[in-house]
């Protein structure tokens, strides 16, 4: 039997991204590192970002240029502005434009909200929201310089702002990383209402439950595994490759008319799955 990361690989058309340019940021392992692939797998040319993890970007660099288009690793912090700019105007230089942006770097820093310190407060807001802010308006301003190119796509631009279930459920524990995916909501909603005039779409993701290294301890093993299944109606723990199908159909003009949505691709975890017998 396929495997499900194998099907969703296959069953990218290769071309729905022909000759456009993709920035994918945090794309040296999980979800950022799927979206990349699928993106080189659809024929974008792609620049993987990442912050460490030299290695692995280049590993991901070699995955995508098997598929025949460009890739290479951009090593930049996105909570620091002067290396967001070096790396879009790097890209663009090096690329000739970009096309699309999936803001996908994120991290969660853990404690119950006494404990928290101001630090780890700080760090995840930067990264997950101030990053994510920085890179989309750096990219805006090349959609905003070339315009549309109708060869290339309907739209100047596609921003895909990775985000969370987190966005809509609460999540104890986890303050700073669940109000910076609030925030995360709130930024793209606004930026999508005031660019689409300019033909830029700017959508959102918000993944559920997902296997990748940032929460192996909710499903490495049998028993959590099972308990995180309680939350999950559909019934099985995603895959990164679940996430990576949904962006490269949200880049792609198939969905040129979809502006300002958050794509909730979770296994219907947002269904409040306690209710289902009446609470």
């Known amino acids: ?8 690989r ?31 797998r659809a024929g974008a040319d792609v620049v993987v970002n990442y912050v460490v993890g030299k290695e692995e970007a ?7 240029r098997a598929f025949g288009v460009r890739a290479e690793a951009y090593q930049a912090d996105v909570s620091d502005e002067d290396q967001v700019v070096a790396m879009t105007n790097r890209m663009v230089e090096e690329f000739g434009t970009i096309d699309i942006l999936v803001a996908n770097a994120g991290m969660q820093r853990d404690a119950s909200f006494t404990e928290m310190t101001l630090a780890q407060w700080q760090k995840v807001l930067d990264v997950n929201l101030t990053g994510q802010f920085l890179c989309a308006r750096e990219a805006t301003k090349e959609f905003l310089r070339r315009g549309v190119v109708p060869e290339v796509s309907r739209a100047a631009g596609k ?8 966005q809509l459920i609460p999540w104890a524990g986890h303050v700073n990383y669940a109000a910076s995916k609030g925030g995360v909501q ?76 958050t794509l909730y691709v979770d296994g219907g975890m947002t269904l409040f799955p306690g209710f289902a017998t009446g609470g």
Request: glycine share 10%.
């Open 159 to 166: 921003i895909i702002c990775m985000s969370s279930v987190h």
């Open 186 to 261: 709130m930024m793209m909603e606004t930026l999508a209402q005031e660019l689409a005039p300019k033909k830029i779409r700017v959508n959102a993701i918000a993944p559920g439950a997902i296997k990748t290294p940032i929460n192996r301890s909710a499903w490495e093993t049998p028993e959590a595994q099972n308990d995180l299944l309680r939350l999950i109606p559909y019934g099985r723990v995603g895959e990164p490759d679940d996430i990576a199908a949904a962006a490269v159909g949200l880049a792609s003009d198939l969905m040129d008319y979809v502006v300002g949505a």
């Open 1 to 8: 039997m396929a495997s499900i990361e194998g099907t969703l």
């Open 10 to 40: 296959q069953g990218i058309p290769a071309h729905l991204l022909k000759g456009q340019k993709a920035l994918v940021t945090g794309a040296n392992s999980g979800i950022g590192l799927a979206t990349a692939v699928a993106m080189g």
């Open 58 to 64: 280049e590993k991901v660099v070699e995955q995508i």
